[in-house]
């Protein structure tokens, strides 16, 4: 599926009729929570809904990329089910590189500076054998059983990053009730394919500046994509997408974007999470030239994280000081930067909070992070109920305090 958009036109290649319904997550009963397994990649108990999901190009024809035509983003939508999906076979990992159909995909994707960068040998043979999540291809999406539609979660994923390695969160949203966009940011993901070709980083859409530029630009097309899907040009999201009801989310550079995207004060933004952002990119200029301090935000950050090191775990910690009344801290003692992804899925040796790690405040020394589906599980618990009150008026009850004790520092 490719979507070519321009402000004022949408044009959809192919769409397909799909229907949705919507049930909140403080609806089910905390009984009904507890008898539900707990996920190992999540943390949790899975959400009320089936997850789908479907993959679609969107095309900004307002924007010229560096080195070829418009920017085109290869974008991933996770989203409730119709309860048919419980029955239907899961998505395999090959499915988000389109199944192979691109020759030499596949092998491009096993190389060291792609997905086979992140464990040595690491096939992607092995990862649909043992890739975990619970979405279903192209399921048919739920109708939602209010007026007010899906709420709309977009994510931006980190530098040398991936659209798909952050499941625990975006399909786990799903699973509650949300509808979530990640796209891969062409230039600094390690791998994504648009028209027809394997991209990877280098050249021209890599400098520093050019991402910086492009990223932020890029989330702001997606919910300018999701607006004119939601509005009719797509029947499966058709009416069923509140784009009013909107957050955004993103992990290191990821973090960064969406700090960036707030200074524009979209009033369809109700919300922010921010995971371990590198604010000190573009020489900190997102803390001195910060302007909305209106806008809800949670903050997290792992305290060993090495990669933004003291200063950048600092600086997070000042950031989340504003709005006042509105702004959330979540900090994980024994975390770091890749606490807040799915890499262990990829590799249970990552490192960086997950298992064995390089400790931050211990120079010098390693220590043993937080189990990781302990790590996911404090993180949902939280993400969920900060977007529960800011996009669907929730009570925010966890929001008042710090549930897990010795594991987190945690601010309200």
Same mark, same amino acid.
């Given at each position: 599926?490719?979507?070519?958009?321009?402000?004022?036109?949408? @044009?959809? +290649?192919?769409?397909?009729?799909?229907?949705? &319904?919507?049930? *909140?997550?403080?609806?089910?009963?905390?009984?009904?929570?507890?008898?539900?397994?707990? =996920?190992?990649?999540?943390?949790?108990?899975?959400?009320?809904?089936?997850?789908?999901?479907?993959?679609?190009?969107?095309?900004? +024809?307002? @924007?010229?990329?560096?080195?070829?035509?418009?920017?085109?983003?290869?974008?991933?939508?996770?989203?409730?089910?119709?309860?048919?999906?419980?029955?239907?076979? &899961?998505?395999?990992?090959?499915?988000?590189? !389109?199944?192979?159909?691109?020759? !030499?995909?596949?092998?491009?994707?096993?190389?060291?500076?792609?997905?086979?960068?992140?464990?040595?040998?690491?096939?992607?043979?092995?990862?649909?054998?043992?890739?975990?999540?619970?979405?279903?291809?192209?399921a048919?999406?739920? %109708?939602?059983?209010?007026?007010?539609?899906?709420?709309?979660?977009?994510?931006? *994923?980190?530098?040398?990053?991936?659209?798909? =390695?952050?499941?625990?969160?975006?399909?786990?949203?799903?699973?509650?009730?949300?509808?979530?966009m990640?796209?891969?940011?062409?230039?600094?993901?390690?791998?994504?394919?648009v028209?027809?070709?394997?991209?990877k980083? !280098?050249?021209?859409?890599?400098?520093? $500046?050019?991402?910086?530029?492009?990223?932020?630009?890029?989330?702001?097309?997606?919910?300018?994509?999701?607006?004119?899907?939601?509005?009719?040009?797509?029947?499966?999201?058709?009416?069923?997408?509140?784009?009013?009801?909107?957050? +955004?989310?993103?992990?290191?550079?990821?973090?960064w974007?969406?700090?960036?995207?707030?200074?524009?004060?979209?009033? &369809?933004?109700?919300?922010?999470?921010?995971?371990? $952002?590198?604010?000190?990119s573009?020489?900190? &200029?997102?803390?001195?030239?910060?302007?909305?301090?209106?806008?809800?935000?949670?903050?997290?950050?792992?305290?060993?994280?090495?990669?933004?090191?003291?200063?950048?775990?600092?600086?997070?910690?000042?950031?989340?000081?504003?709005?006042?009344?509105?702004?959330?801290?979540?900090?994980?003692?024994?975390?770091?930067?890749?606490s807040?992804?799915?890499?262990?899925?990829?590799?249970?040796?990552?490192?960086? !909070?997950?298992?064995?790690s390089?400790?931050?405040?211990?120079?010098?020394?390693?220590?043993?992070?937080?189990?990781?589906?302990?790590?996911?599980?404090?993180?949902?618990?939280?993400?969920?109920?900060? +977007?529960?009150?800011?996009?669907?008026?929730? %009570?925010?009850?966890?929001?008042?305090?710090?549930?897990?004790?010795?594991?987190?520092?945690?601010?309200?």
């Open positions: 599926r490719s979507l070519a958009m321009g402000r004022p036109g949408l @044009r959809t +290649l192919l769409c397909t009729a799909f229907s949705l &319904r919507l049930l *909140h997550l403080r609806s089910a009963t905390p009984r009904a929570m507890a008898m539900a397994s707990v =996920s190992r990649v999540t943390g949790l108990p899975p959400g009320p809904f089936p997850v789908g999901v479907t993959t679609m190009q969107l095309d900004d +024809l307002t @924007r010229q990329d560096p080195e070829s035509g418009p920017r085109s983003l290869q974008t991933e939508i996770w989203y409730p089910a119709g309860d048919e999906a419980r029955d239907l076979p &899961r998505n395999r990992f090959s499915d988000f590189l !389109g199944r192979g159909a691109i020759p !030499g995909s596949i092998q491009a994707a096993e190389e060291e500076n792609a997905i086979g960068g992140y464990r040595n040998d690491l096939t992607i043979k092995e990862l649909d054998e043992t890739w975990p999540n619970e979405a279903v291809r192209d048919r999406i739920r %109708d939602p059983d209010t007026k007010t539609g899906w709420p709309l979660v977009i994510f931006s *994923h980190g530098s040398g990053a991936y659209r798909a =390695s952050y499941i625990f969160f975006t399909e786990f949203l799903a699973s509650q009730g949300f509808v979530v990640a796209c891969d940011h062409p230039g600094s993901a390690r791998y994504t394919q028209n027809g070709r394997v991209v980083p !280098g050249g021209a859409r890599s400098e520093r $500046p050019q991402m910086e530029a492009d990223r932020p630009k890029d989330v702001m097309f997606l919910l300018d994509a999701m607006s004119k899907l939601a509005g009719g040009q797509d029947s499966r999201f058709a009416g069923r997408v509140n784009v009013n009801l909107t957050a +955004l989310t993103g992990m290191s550079f990821g973090g974007t969406t700090a960036a995207c707030l200074e524009e004060s979209d009033p &369809r933004v109700k919300a922010a999470i921010m995971m371990c $952002p590198s604010l000190m573009a020489g900190g &200029r997102l803390i001195k030239e910060r302007r909305n301090v209106e806008t809800p935000i949670m903050m997290m950050i792992g305290s060993e994280d090495y990669v933004l090191g003291a200063e950048g775990v600092e600086a997070c910690r000042q950031f989340s000081l504003k709005p006042e009344g509105s702004s959330f801290l979540l900090e994980i003692k024994l975390g770091g930067h890749c807040f992804t799915s890499c262990e899925l990829y590799n249970a040796a990552y490192g960086n !909070g997950i298992g064995e390089k400790s931050l405040t211990k120079q010098g020394s390693t220590y043993q992070a937080l189990d990781i589906s302990k790590q996911h599980e404090i993180i949902n618990s939280y993400g969920l109920a900060f +977007l529960d009150k800011y996009l669907r008026a929730g %009570d925010g009850s966890l929001l008042k305090e710090n549930r897990f004790d010795d594991h987190v520092i945690y601010r309200c």
